[in-house]
């Protein structure tokens, strides 16, 4: 006999043991599967305008998936590494309180200038969204524990941004007048020259901002890995590896395919180096135990 048909009302609804999000059976599915597709708003959008002042710009679409996978409508989402606020905008939108750590005062005021212009007023008004303007290791001290449902970033990628222009950042950054780095604050992980060193700080920052985050509750952490000199990097086992020190577990290691991303002659005629058109979304989980302390 044939299988017998799913009962619509209960695939429509969220179940009442459901505590982790607002899906229904279905949604939950559909987001389950390891492998996403990047979806920007495209360049010309008016939307993209304050986006993509930042040097390594990170789509609010991608992160609201994140957020109405791994949080509810309500809770609290932090961001330790806020840039221009793309997660502080989709938590407005979909309905999350937020707060936002960001170092540089320029890009936490393009954040407000954000959530202002492209976040309805009467959507802003029933959320709180919070940017915090200094260094994210301090700041994470300054939050209740145990007091934030879901942690969700895209944290420096290295010293990478610092290395000598390539023909990706002549065309697409450097053409348009556009800054190709954070800054040149000391205390910016993105100007720490070791590779290992980054990793440890980087590491020690979301093991504290993680102090705040209720236990067994989710940390996003979207990475790319990369290739500088004639090294290829495997960030984003390196920073699971080095949460998992500190307390957390590794429970997904995603795919963000980023198809709509030009073609470079990385290599050619000489050597196989691929275009990277993908990022790696780490979802970490917090273990019952408290997060270990950073390390001496």
Excluded: C
Excluded at 65 to 72: A, E, F, P, Q, Y
Excluded at 150 to 179: C, M
């Amino acid at each position: 006999m044939p299988d017998e048909a799913p009962d619509v009302e209960k695939v429509l609804t969220v179940d009442p043991r459901n505590t982790l999000n607002a899906l229904t059976s279905r949604e939950w599915l559909s987001e389950s599967v390891s492998v996403w597709n990047q979806k920007g708003l495209g360049a010309g959008h008016a939307d993209a305008a304050i986006e993509k002042l930042h040097p390594a710009p990170f789509s609010y679409t991608d992160v609201s998936r994140l957020i109405k996978m791994l949080s509810k409508p309500g809770d609290t989402v932090l961001d330790p590494f806020a840039g221009v606020g793309s997660t502080l905008k989709a938590s407005a939108l979909e309905g999350r309180n937020g707060i936002g750590f960001e170092i540089y005062p320029d890009f936490a005021n393009l954040a407000e200038q954000r959530l202002q212009t492209e976040v309805p007023a009467d959507v802003l008004a029933k959320t709180t969204q919070e940017i915090m303007q200094g260094d994210s290791r301090i700041l994470a001290h300054k939050l209740e524990p145990e007091s934030v449902d879901f942690i969700v970033t895209s944290p420096p990628y290295w010293s990478i941004l610092n290395k000598k222009s390539d023909h990706k950042v002549k065309q697409t950054r450097e053409a348009h007048g556009l800054v190709t780095n954070y800054g040149d604050d000391e205390r910016d992980l993105g100007n720490i020259e070791d590779y290992d060193e980054f990793i440890e700080v980087l590491a020690d920052t979301l093991g504290a901002a993680g102090e705040s985050l209720k236990p067994r509750r989710y940390m996003a952490i979207i990475v790319g890995d990369f290739r500088h000199g004639s090294r290829y990097y495997m960030f984003h086992a390196d920073i699971a590896r080095a949460m998992e020190e500190r307390g957390f577990i590794l429970q997904a290691m995603n795919v963000l395919y980023q198809r709509h991303k030009r073609v470079f002659p990385y290599g050619y005629p000489y050597a196989y180096v691929p275009n990277v058109h993908h990022q790696n979304i780490v979802i970490m989980r917090k273990a019952v135990k408290a997060v270990k302390a950073a390390k001496k």
